[in-house]
């Protein structure tokens, strides 16, 4: 039983890193469903959702403002979602310039971004962090995807950029936004990627429908929306938005648990998507990204668990068991010298934010169990000035 339980739990493993990104390859190859892209410029509502923004906010509009668009066809609306410090009074200061406010109570992000869209009229919605600076081509780079009708939400690139004073984990969340959009990239050519990145994308007005539920993450279920009702969501590499990554460990695994907790109740409320009869490979994506990436921690404590217990079998299983260990023991160093240089090294936060990433979902999977929601938004990343 323990050799079965090993195997599996490696098995499981290989499949989620090294299997599951074969076959969004292979598959991409073999459908190459390329995106008809043209220059167009429909009517948009860039939709920001703010809450206590004052240090970001007139930076987001000036941005705004300024992005190579044709004036005449952008609405910009800002929701606030009961801020009490000087984000609206900041915000009404750009009427003149076309800034729309709702002052709204505070109730939470999805709500305030369900009355946003009833008040825009745009024919394609982008969602902005308010802390999110785009690339003056950005919203160009979006639209063009919408000239192919099946398209109907687009993810954009973020980037992420170090604070001062930032220790190891922004550089191992750096390394993990560049796997994951080069994995979008190819989950594109298969049909649809499984969700869109909050500080960017967009969808058509016609598809959007209004959410109720708090405790999930308002990104995925908005873009996922997109693909229930038919249609395809793709990936635009070249439409930048800019964020800082959080400086330290402890705030970057809050976040993350937060996160994951509103994303696992996120699949449960697109849990319809998990049938390949009617969604086909999608359905694999979600379950194996959104689902089964979860699971690791649990395949990672089994896999160490079992090999520990086969060790006195052959030197195979002692060598499985001291490379995990010598695993751990470099992330164990990592976290201790993550402020230190020696902890900026490939060697040490690579194994110390998987680490962390892995004990965050662990915490998010046991909030759902436990039925414990979280349905507030904090803020946690500021905005900067792209290069």
Known sequence: MTFLTLWLSLAALIYVYAGFPFLVIVLGKWRQRHVRKRPITPRVSLIIAAYNEEDDIAQRLENALALDY??????????????????????ACYANRGVRLLSLPRRGKILAINDAVVQAKGEILVFSDANSIYDPQALLKLVRNFADPQVGGVGGNTIYADQALSDSTSQGENLYWSYDKWLKQMESLTGSIISAHGAIYAIRRLLYRPLVNLAVTDDFAISTRVIEQGYRLVFEQEALAYEFALPTAEREFARKVRLMTRGLQSVLLRKSLLNPFRYGFYSLELFTHKLLRRLVPLMLVTLLASSLALSSRGPFYVAMTAGQLLFYSLAGFGYLLRRQPAGQTRLLYIPFFYCMANIAALAALINVICGHQIQQWEPQRHALSPE
């Open 70 to 91: 044709p004036q005449e066809s952008l609405e910009i609306i800002v929701a606030s979602d009961g801020s009490n410090d000087a984000t609206e009074s900041i915000v």
